[in-house]
């Protein structure tokens, strides 16, 4: 089975810095999606960025960008300028085919929180 | 808003009780997901649906079942509910079902079980 790694179980940033967010994942697939989504304390998941194993530029998306080092198995998520309001638990997830039916899930790491102080 | 809509929002009932929890996808989309977020075990996905069929299923217990409606709203099914089954569950939605579709979530449902 494929599997996620978030060693950061929290983080602090100055507000207006950059921080990254470490995930690296195992699998042994060709094609896979690596994904980032963004729960805050109110609960709701929100999608942030995504990289195709075949892409061959790290995906941009405002304020976020994503490190893809495929060699390393590396997909680190890049906030620039970080604000208040980006305080946050972040999950990184990659999309796993299953077994059955030409499904797929998505295999989520435990996630890092992120505090940003002012 | 991701544009994809769960009810109930918080739901609290007793050990031994059956829940339905509801989704209504994205426009458009036709995959739609159940995942399961607690504490211990983390996010983990519970079943796949595109287009009326089952898909994918993953750690998803024997009590619990789903089906995706021909409007394509999914319901998920939590019987003889026990405590350890309280959690936040998620339903997402894509439009296709291959791996690079993105899957956006609704605000999940709350399940306390008392």
């Known amino acids: 089975a494929q599997k996620i790694t978030q060693t950061q179980p929290g983080m602090f940033v100055q507000e207006k810095e950059a921080v990254t967010l470490d995930c690296t994942y195992d699998?042994?697939?060709?094609?896979?999606?690596l994904f980032w989504y963004k729960q805050p304390s109110s609960g709701e998941m929100i999608f942030l960025i995504y990289?195709?194993?075949?892409?061959?530029q790290n995906a941009t998306e405002g304020r976020y960008s994503l490190n893809f080092q495929k060699a390393r198995k590396s997909a680190n998520l890049v906030i620039s300028a970080s604000q208040l309001g980006d305080s946050a638990m972040y999950f990184c997830?990659?999309?796993?085919?299953?077994?059955?039916?030409?499904?797929?899930?998505?295999?989520f790491g435990k996630g890092t929180s992120l505090l940003v102080t002012p | 808003d991701s544009g994809v809509t769960q009810t109930p929002k918080h739901l609290i009932t007793a050990t031994g009780q059956r829940v339905t929890l509801r989704c209504s996808p994205r426009?458009?989309?036709?995959?739609v997901y159940w995942y399961q977020q607690s504490l211990d075990q983390g996010l983990q996905f519970l079943i796949q649906?595109?287009?009326?069929?089952?898909?994918a299923k993953g750690n998803i217990l024997e009590r619990f079942s789903a089906q995706q409606f021909p409007d394509l709203h999914s319901e998920l099914n939590l019987s003889s509910l026990e405590l350890g089954d309280s959690a936040l569950y998620f339903c997402?939605?894509?439009?296709?079902?291959?791996?690079?579709?993105?899957?956006?979530f609704g605000p999940g449902t709350r399940l306390t079980v008392l």
């Open positions: 649906y595109y287009n009326g069929e089952e898909r």
């Open positions: 426009s458009g989309d036709l995959s």
């Open positions: 990289q195709g194993s075949y892409d061959e």
């Open positions: 997402a939605s894509s439009v296709g079902r291959d791996r690079g579709s993105t899957q956006y």
């Open positions: 997830a990659m999309r796993e085919a299953t077994n059955s039916n030409s499904g797929y899930a998505l295999n």
């Open positions: 699998t042994s697939d060709q094609s896979y999606g």
